[in-house]
C-alpha cells in the first residue's frame, strides 16, 4: 500500500554553555527552576545520543555530578531512576526534578556541596534537523529504514521528536497511525521505551515489534 511519502530525519548537536553554575544541592535546585527547558532536555538526554552510555553510571548528567563531584549516593540514585518516558513533557520535567531534589534537602535538613568537586556547568544544545536521504512509502521500507538508519535518526525519531516537542507520539509513529492507517503497528512502536535500550537494542526491539505484526520484508 503506497500513502504520503514520510522523509526520515537526521540530527546533531550544537552545545552552548549558559554559564550558570551550582556548587551545592540548593544551588543546582534553584537554576533548574530558573534555566531554559532546552537545558533541562540536554542534560537528561544527551546521555542517549553521545558515548556517555557505555561510560557513566548514570543516564543523566544531573545524577553523575551528584554522585561523582557532591558525593551523595542517595540523590544520585534517585535522580537515576527519573521516568522520562512517563514524564513527556519538559516542564513536567524541571518540577519533578525539583520535586526530587527539594524533598531530599528536607529530609536530610541540609544542603550537600561539591567541596572538593567541580560546580556543575548548565549547558542546553540547538540541534541541526536535517534530512537522511531515506523516504517511507510504505511498511515495507519502515521496516528496512529501522534496520539501516542512522544512531543521530534513532534518537531524532525517538526521543527529540517526541519528548523534545513534548508529544506523546513522534510524527514516524503518527504516519504509522494516520497515513499507513495502521493502528496495530502504531500502538505497539509507541509502546517501545527508548529509555530503557541502548541504541543498538533499541534497534533490535523496534524490528521486534514490526516483525511481530508481520512488517518482515
Given amino acids: 500500500m503506497s500513502c504520503k511519502p514520510y522523509e526520515i530525519m537526521t540530527c546533531t548537536e550544537i552545545r552552548e554553555i ?26 537528561t ?3 542517549y545520543l553521545q558515548e556517555k552510555y557505555y561510560h ?3 543516564p543523566n548528567d544531573f545524577a553523575t555530578w551528584v554522585a561523582d563531584q557532591v558525593r551523595d549516593r542517595v540523590l544520585s540514585e534517585r535522580l ?14 524541571r518540577w519533578e526534578l525539583c520535586y526530587i531534589i527539594e524533598s531530599h534537602i528536607d529530609a536530610i535538613g541540609y544542603s550537600p556541596r561539591a567541596l572538593l568537586g567541580d ?11 536535517l534530512p537522511s536521504g531515506l523516504v517511507l512509502r510504505n511498511a515495507s521500507d519502515l521496516r528496512k529504514a529501522i534496520e539501516t538508519m542512522s544512531v543521530d535518526s534513532l ?19 503518527q504516519w504509522v497511525l494516520e497515513d499507513l492507517r495502521d493502528e496495530r503497528t502504531g500502538k505497539l512502536l509507541a509502546d517501545v521505551n527508548p529509555y530503557k535500550l541502548h541504541s ?3 534497534r533490535s526491539e523496534l524490528l521486534r515489534t514490526l516483525d511481530s505484526v508481520g512488517g518482515k520484508s
Fill in 18 to 43: 549558559l554559564h550558570r553554575r551550582a556548587s551545592g544541592e540548593q544551588e543546582l535546585l534553584d537554576a533548574i527552576l530558573e534555566v531554559d527547558v532546552a537545558s533541562l532536555y540536554y542534560h
Fill in 45 to 47: 538526554h544527551s546521555y
Fill in 56 to 58: 557513566d553510571r548514570y
Fill in 80 to 93: 537515576s531512576v527519573l521516568d522520562l518516558f512517563t514524564i513527556k513533557n519538559l516542564e513536567s520535567l
Fill in 119 to 129: 560546580p556543575f556547568e548548565f549547558v542546553r544544545s540547538h540541534d541541526v534537523v
Fill in 155 to 173: 534518537y531524532y525519531h525517538f526521543f527529540k521528536d517526541v519528548f523534545g516537542r513534548g508529544l506523546h507520539l513522534g510524527s514516524l509513529v
Fill in 200 to 202: 543498538d537494542r533499541l
